[in-house]
């Protein structure tokens, strides 16, 4: 096997800083000084000369949607610091419409509607204005849902008459008329007789398009995840779509980022007619386990809140199973031997999780995952840590969208992830950036967890809330391999581990939250190879 000697930046291993790193094939064969590297290796076919700055584990970013992040790329960016009111996202989805060929459909991605001047979602009226003759779809942020044209309304048969489907929500004017707005299950209306259809299983985002497109999305995510130094992903909603999408990215030598798959509960059943019990693929792409819902968002105000929340006390959100359901639909992945990772925000949500995995019984390794996880009480926290359930949080949701939060729930969205509480009582809190809701950024992730300061200026919660940066680091790395059951082979730099590593110019260890904003990422390596150089 080929062997590769690193050197010229400080190694950064379990053990403490290193002068090298030696390499046999793609697995990590010693650290430390170069003379040693040089003696375990024997012969040396490729010696790297760094030029400083440090070798850091290559980040894991355990919850993210990769091609869906590459298909809101490609889709007009609608984000608030792009266009802060409802005329600008209508001209900027205009001139899109303008350059597209008639009748192709004209599609946008991430408006937070509190952050817009009106402080409302667009609606189909709004719409009508960018083109008539036409589909038009403007995601919100969130992923779960979003906003479409009158036009839309018509094509996919959405009117007054029709009901809200299970585990969605089609907003309406007073009149009864759709008003545009689709959330959650609803836009299995908009995925066409033949697309994806997962019902009351979670959002249905998944839009096809032909396979060469689909390919060019994950190709396109791909470069942002490694010029963030992120080499590892958990793609915690998968479909046929995107199932397909990197199998085929795989055959044809483009996919680079090792993946592993969480199927949509959707295909619970699926999983079991095939015999699938635990664990399926190899180190580059593998199918990991299943993800559930329990509620909604907190931005979109679908989590679930049954006292009602602050802002309204008669809006309470939503559960997408009922809690007997979710329990019955846990245990089944549990004893087929799936890891599970269901997202929950609220409170009453967190605790159905629980609950369930309670019932399950004993965990056996299956390490059971919450995702998002935004508001666990204290005595959850604690329950978390004697089940073995492992949160995974995003720092930069509450970064952006922490005073949206305090909004809706009032004073509880001081404590929107608590990862320093979780931490202190045990239980190993992971970091990832959900996107497109985020983009893939570690070191932001980083320092929003260590200050908990939103872009409004507002700081959330007290001191106990926070997460020291070394600590956040660990949330980005191994526990994050250990959240994919991946800690034995990604999330650090030691022997028999793969050779996965961001170069970056200074050691984020030892800089303030303030200063890993201006840390760059220089060169990412994925199996002793190169897989991205600035």
């Known amino acids: 096997m080929k062997t590769l ?18 390499v046999r094939g793609e697995r990590i064969e010693h650290a430390g000084t170069v003379a040693d590297c040089r003696a375990v290796l024997g012969r040396v076919d490729e010696e790297v000369a760094l030029d400083g700055g440090v070798v850091h584990p290559g980040f894991v970013d355990a919850h993210c949607h990769p091609v869906m992040y590459g298909q809101a790329l490609a889709w007009v960016d609608c984000r608030p610091e792009v266009a802060p009111d409802i005329d600008s996202l209508v001209a900027l989805l205009g001139e899109a419409a303008r ?47 979003g906003v479409v044209n ?25 009149s009864g008329e759709p008003n545009g707005e689709l959330w959650d299950a609803a836009c299995d ?54 199932l397909e999408t990197y199998l085929r990215a795989r055959d044809n030598g483009t996919l680079r980022l090792r993946v592993s798959a969480y199927l949509t509960s959707a295909l619970l059943d699926t999983a079991a007619d095939l015999g699938l019990a635990g664990e399926l693929g190899d180190d580059r792409l593998r ?32 559960l997408y199973h009922a809690p007997e359901e979710y329990i019955d639909l846990l245990g089944r992945a549990h004893r087929l031997g799936l890891q599970t990772a269901t997202h929950a925000q609220s409170p009453y949500a967190i605790g159905m999780v629980l609950d369930a995995v309670e019932k399950a019984g004993p965990p056996s390794g299956r390490r059971h995952r919450i995702e998002h996880c ?14 073995g359930v492992i949160p995974v949080m995003q720092p930069q949701h509450h ?14 969205g001081h404590r929107y992830n608590p990862a320093g509480l979780c931490a202190r009582a ?20 980083v320092a929003a967890a260590a200050t908990r300061t939103t872009v409004l200026g507002t700081v959330l919660g007290d001191e106990s809330l926070r997460l020291p940066v070394a600590d956040g680091l660990r949330a980005h790395t191994t526990a994050a391999a250990g959240a994919l059951r991946r800690e034995h082979a990604v999330g650090s730099l030691e022997p028999g581990k793969l050779a996965d590593f961001t170069v970056l110019d200074r050691a984020p260890s030892t800089a303030s939250p303030a200063e890993l904003a201006s840390i760059r990422v220089k060169q990412t390596w994925i199996g002793a190879r190169p897989a991205w150089t600035a």
């Open 150 to 174: 009158t036009h839309a309304l018509r094509q996919y048969g959405i009117t007054a008459g029709l009901p809200d489907p299970e585990g969605g929500r089609i907003v309406r004017f007073e």
């Open 374 to 387: 935004g508001l666990p009480t204290d005595e959850q926290i604690t329950r978390m840590a004697g089940l």
């Open 287 to 318: 199918v990991a386990g299943v993800k559930f819902y329990a509620d909604g968002t907190l931005g979109g105000w679908t989590a679930y809140f049954p006292d009602g929340y602050a802002s309204d006390c008669c809006h309470h959100g939503q």
């Open 189 to 242: 209306l908009l995925t066409g007789p033949d697309g994806v259809k997962i019902s009351n299983h979670g959002p249905n985002f998944h839009l096809d398009e032909p396979a060469d497109v689909m390919t060019g999305h994950v190709r396109r995510a791909q470069e942002m995840f490694l010029a963030a130094g992120v080499t590892s992903i958990g793609d915690a909603q998968v479909s046929r779509r995107e």
């Open 99 to 145: 350059r597209l060929p008639p009748g192709t459909p004209v599609r946008g991605f991430g408006y937070e509607h509190r952050r817009l001047a009106e402080r409302r979602h667009p609606t189909a009226r709004d719409l009508d204005r960018v083109a008539d003759d036409r589909e038009v779809y403007l995601m919100n942020a969130s992923g779960h849902g």
């Open 399 to 412: 970064l952006r969208t922490g005073d949206g939060t305090i909004t809706a729930v009032g004073e509880l």
């Open 5 to 22: 000697l690193v050197a010229g930046a400080t190694v950064i291993t379990p053990d403490g800083p290193a002068e090298a790193l030696a």
């Open 426 to 445: 045990g239980v190993p809190v992971v970091f990832s950036s959900d996107a497109p809701v985020a983009e893939p950024n570690p070191l932001e992730a």
